[in-house]
């Protein structure tokens, strides 16, 4: 399972940079505008989810919207890692 801001949520405030917050609610501003930010360049204001049965069939949902999936991913597993970072991008 994967989730488009999972990267954003586990690290928080802390990118790159290597600048660290001096204070909590500069930390807590600056790890709630990466997550937005992560939202708007995962396809519009949905986290997107990808989730992979035993068949290698993978499925992309949307859940904030829907409960049902968006796509259903079959076949070679190199194709559907580019269609993923695709869909990513």
């Known amino acids: 399972m994967s989730l488009s801001t ?3 949520i586990r690290t928080g405030a802390y990118d790159h940079t290597g600048k660290f917050p ?8 600056k790890a709630l505008d990466r997550y937005r930010k992560a939202r ?4 519009g204001d949905a986290e997107r989810l990808i989730t992979g ?4 069939t993978m499925f992309l949902w949307e859940p904030e919207k829907s409960t049902k999936p968006v796509a259903r991913l ?4 190199i194709f559907r890692g580019k ?3 695709a ?3």
Not at 53 to 56: G, H, L, M, R, V
């Open 6 to 8: 999972d990267f954003v």
């Open 22 to 29: 001096t204070t909590f609610e500069e930390g807590t501003k």
């Open 40 to 43: 708007r360049g995962a396809g």
């Open 53 to 56: 049965s035993d068949d290698f």
């Open 74 to 77: 079959t076949g070679a597993p």
């Open 83 to 85: 269609l993923i970072k």
């Open 87 to 89: 869909i990513k991008s």
